[in-house]
C-alpha cells in the first residue's frame, strides 16, 4: 500500500478546512528605500477589528486577502534594514509576487515637491510613507462602498460583520479570527435580513450586489491607469468619485486620485493650508492644484499633519438601521 503514494514533498504545511495545503518558504525582500509598513498600510484597515488586517506587537502586519488564485495569508515584517515575508494558502505566491508594489515600490516620492510649510513639514517627518498598490479592486471597493454616507464606525462594524459571518478562516498561522472575505458569488448570496442585521441601508446593499454581478470585469481596472480605472468603477449605479477614488487609491496606488464628495476632508485641507475651515470641494482642489500628479499624497501628509479644525458640532450620531 505504502508504494502507492508518494511521499510529501519536505515543504512546511498547513491546514485548511481540514485538508492539506503547500506553503510557500518565507521569502525576504531587501528594499531600496526606507519604508514605513504602519503609513504605508494603514490605509488597508477598515476599523481596529478588521478581520483581513492585524498588526501585532513584534511589528508584523498580516492580511488576509482573496487572490485571483485563491485565498492567501500574507506577514509582513521589518528586517534588519529589509522586509521578511512569508505568506500561506493557495493565494500566498500570488501575494509574494506583488510585495514590492504593496510596499510601494511603484510609487515615486521624489516626484513630490512639497508647497507648504505644513505639508514640507509632514513629508520630512513621514519619509517612510509610500502609496500601497494591493492590485485587488473588490477588497477596497466593498467597504468603501459600505463607508458611503454613514459614520465610519457604522462602516466598520459592517464589514467586520459580514467578514466573519460569509468569509473564511485565514490559511496558516494567522492570529486568532482573522478572515478572508467572501468571493463574489458568496456576497450575491447574502439575504436581504443579513444587510439589514449588519446596518446596511437597501441602497449600499444594493450597490455591493451590483458590483459582485461584475466583479471579474471590475477588477480588471487594476490594471488600468488611474482614471480609466475610475471610469469603469464608476459605470456602476451607485459608485460614484468619492468611491472610486478611495478604491483605486489602494488598488492601484494612485497618487492624483483625490478623494472628492468627503464630508470632512475639504475642510481639514481648507484649514490647513488657507485657514479656511468652510472650504468646499471646489476650494480643495484649487488649494491642491499646485500638487497636480500627487494631490492624494498631499491630502495624505495633511492628514497626518495633525494640523484639523477644532471640533464645533456633536459627532455625528450613529444610526442603527438594524434597530428599525
Known amino acids: 500500500m505504502a508504494g502507492r503514494f508518494a511521499p510529501r514533498t519536505p515543504t512546511t504545511r498547513t491546514t485548511v478546512r481540514g485538508g492539506h495545503v503547500p506553503v510557500p518558504r518565507p521569502r525576504s525582500l531587501e528594499l531600496t528605500q526606507d519604508t514605513d509598513l504602519g503609513l504605508t498600510l494603514g490605509p488597508l484597515r477598515r476599523g481596529p477589528a478588521d478581520p483581513t488586517f492585524r498588526a501585532t506587537p513584534d ?3 498580516w492580511r488576509a486577502s482573496r487572490t485571483p488564485d485563491g485565498p492567501g495569508t500574507i506577514r509582513v515584517a521589518a528586517r534588519d534594514g529589509g522586509i521578511a515575508a512569508e505568506a500561506w494558502g493557495p493565494g500566498g505566491p500570488w501575494l509574494l509576487d506583488r510585495l514590492p508594489a504593496l510596499l510601494g515600490q511603484d510609487d515615486d516620492p521624489t516626484a513630490f515637491v512639497p508647497r507648504h510649510r505644513i505639508v514640507a513639514a509632514a513629508h520630512r517627518r513621514r519619509a517612510g510613507l509610500r502609496l500601497t498598490r494591493t492590485g485587488l479592486v473588490m477588497e477596497s471597493l466593498i467597504p468603501s462602498i459600505l463607508e458611503q454616507k454613514v459614520t465610519t464606525d457604522e462602516a466598520y462594524r459592517a464589514w467586520r460583520l459580514l467578514v466573519r459571518t460569509y468569509g473564511e478562516p485565514a490559511p496558516g498561522p494567522a492570529p486568532d479570527g482573522m478572515h478572508v472575505m467572501p468571493d463574489a458569488r458568496t456576497w450575491r448570496q447574502i439575504p436581504s435580513w443579513e444587510w439589514h442585521r449588519a446596518g446596511v441601508d437597501d441602497k449600499r446593499a444594493a450597490t455591493i450586489l ?3 454581478r461584475v466583479a471579474p470585469r471590475l477588477e480588471e481596472a487594476a490594471g488600468m491607469e488611474p482614471q480609466q480605472a475610475q471610469e469603469r468603477l464608476e459605470l456602476i449605479p451607485g459608485i460614484g468619485p468619492w468611491t472610486s477614488a478611495e478604491t483605486i487609491q489602494r488598488s ?3 497618487p492624483d486620485a483625490v478623494t472628492v464628495g468627503d464630508l470632512h476632508l475639504p475642510g481639514i485641507v481648507g484649514y490647513a ?10 476650494a480643495m482642489l484649487e488649494l491642491l492644484a499646485p500638487y497636480e500628479g500627487q494631490r492624494h499624497r498631499a491630502a495624505r501628509l495633511i492628514l497626518l499633519s495633525g494640523r484639523v479644525p477644532p471640533r464645533r458640532a456633536p459627532r455625528m450620531t450613529p444610526g442603527n438601521i438594524a434597530a428599525l
Open 59 to 61: 511589528g508584523s502586519v
Open 252 to 254: 492601484n496606488g494612485a
Open 210 to 212: 451590483r458590483a459582485a
Open 273 to 282: 493650508l488657507a485657514g479656511d475651515r468652510t472650504a468646499d470641494d471646489a
